[in-house]
């Protein structure tokens, strides 16, 4: 299964970007698979972002995100999104994209917040 993400780049505080995180090669129903966000800041550790169930009326998000990150897919792209609002500069980080079930993570792409 390859994953690839896409959507960063440098953006001022309070702005928005779209990630996106486009799979291929998945064995099973792309809308029941479960797939999560993972962002790395320099020096830091891995943290999860945000999780998206098989369903996607199930979503969980860090307290760090909660009401500016929101979790979206398109089943008929095989793609899930993370909208990011509200931009701060502690939102810099390689985000990545997770598929649990296959062990399978995307390239990271990375997101700055600088003025």
């Not at 129903?29 to 999860?48: C, D, H, I, K, T």
């Not at 098989?54 to 792209?77: C, E, H, L, P």
Request: proline residues 3%.
């Amino acid at each position: 299964v390859q994953v690839v993400e896409s959507g960063g780049g440098l953006v001022q505080p309070g702005g928005s970007l779209r990630l996106s995180c486009a799979t291929f090669g998945l064995a099973f129903n792309f809308s029941r698979v479960a797939m999560s966000w993972y962002r790395q800041a320099p020096g830091q550790g891995r943290e999860l972002v945000a999780h998206s169930t098989s369903t996607i009326s199930s979503t969980n998000y860090a307290d760090s995100v909660k009401g500016r990150f929101t979790i979206s897919r398109d089943s008929a792209k095989n793609t899930m999104y993370l909208q990011m609002n509200t931009l701060k500069p502690e939102d810099t980080a390689v985000y990545y994209c997770y598929v649990p079930s296959v062990g399978s993570w995307g390239q990271g792409t990375q997101v700055t917040v600088s003025s």
